[in-house]
C-alpha cells in the first residue's frame, strides 16, 4: 500500500499570510506514459463530508478560489493556501489515485493565529 | 445536479450485520467508479471499497471478506453489506464518486458497533 504522510499535523496561520500543507507518498504516484500524479487534495469543515479541491496535483477543481494551488511530482507534494481566509479554518487532506487501496494522508488541521 | 445520499447507519452489536444505501441522482452511477469511505477520529480517512464502471468490486484487507459491495442500476443506487461487525468498524461511512479523486461525496451515515 502507498503511504501518505502529512506535514504538520496542525499549523496556525495569521489571516492573509502563506500556510503550507507536505504530503509525502512512499512510493512515486506519477504515471510515467501521461506524465500526470495521481495526488488530489480535500478540505474538510466540521459536520462536512471532504471537499476535492485539487487533483492531478494541481489542477484546481470549478469554483475553488485561486489562493489555493497544488504543487510537486513523484513523491513530494504541497498544497499552498497563498493568503489565509477565516472560511479555510479546515482539516485538509492528500490522497493518491494512482493505485488501489485508494489511501489518505493523515489530515492538516488549519487554524487562525 | 449531483447528489449522493447514504442511509442505513445505525447501532449494532459486534457480529451483527448493517446495508447501507446510497442513492445517486443526477449522473449514472454505473458511468463512473463509485466508493465507500470511512472516517473515524482516531484513523481518519479510510478507502474501504469500489465498483468500477464494469462491475468488478475492490476491497482494502480490514473489510476483505466481511463487506460486500453491489450495485442496482434500474435504482441508480449503490450498497454495502457488512456482516461480522466490530468495534474497530464503528465510523461515518460516506459514498462518493470517483472520475479523478473524490469530486462528490454523501453526507455520510454513522455506524456504530457496540455491545
Do not use: H
Not at chain 1, 47 to 59: D, E, N, R
Not at chain 1, 61 to 82: K, N, Q
Amino acid at each position: 500500500d502507498i503511504v501518505m504522510t502529512q506535514s504538520p499535523d496542525s499549523l496556525a496561520v495569521s489571516l492573509g499570510e502563506r500556510a503550507t500543507i507536505n504530503c509525502k507518498s512512499s512510493q512515486t504516484v506519477l504515471y510515467s506514459s501521461s506524465n500526470k500524479n495521481y495526488l488530489a487534495w480535500y478540505q474538510q469543515k466540521p459536520g462536512q463530508p471532504p471537499k476535492l479541491l485539487i487533483s492531478w496535483a494541481s489542477t484546481r477543481e470549478s469554483g475553488v478560489p485561486d489562493r489555493f494551488s497544488g504543487s510537486g511530482s513523484g513523491t513530494d507534494f504541497t498544497l499552498t493556501i497563498s493568503s489565509l481566509q477565516a472560511e479555510d479554518v479546515a482539516v485538509y487532506y492528500c490522497q493518491q489515485y494512482y493505485t488501489t487501496p485508494r489511501t489518505f494522508g493523515g489530515g492538516t488541521k488549519v487554524e487562525i493565529k | 445536479q449531483v447528489q449522493l445520499v447514504e442511509s442505513g447507519g445505525g447501532l449494532v452489536k459486534p457480529g451483527g450485520s448493517l446495508r447501507l444505501s446510497c442513492a445517486a441522482s443526477g449522473f449514472t452511477l454505473s458511468d463512473y467508479f463509485m466508493s465507500w469511505i470511512r472516517q473515524t477520529p482516531g484513523k481518519g480517512l479510510e478507502w474501504i471499497s469500489y465498483i468500477t464502471t464494469s462491475g468488478t468490486m475492490y476491497y482494502a484487507d480490514s473489510v476483505k471478506g466481511r463487506f460486500t459491495m453491489s450495485r442496482d442500476n434500474a435504482k441508480n443506487s449503490l450498497y454495502l453489506q457488512m456482516n461480522s461487525l466490530r468495534a474497530e468498524d464503528t465510523a461515518v461511512y460516506y459514498c462518493a464518486r470517483e472520475p479523478t479523486g473524490f469530486d462528490y461525496w454523501g453526507q455520510g451515515t454513522q455506524v456504530t458497533v457496540s455491545a
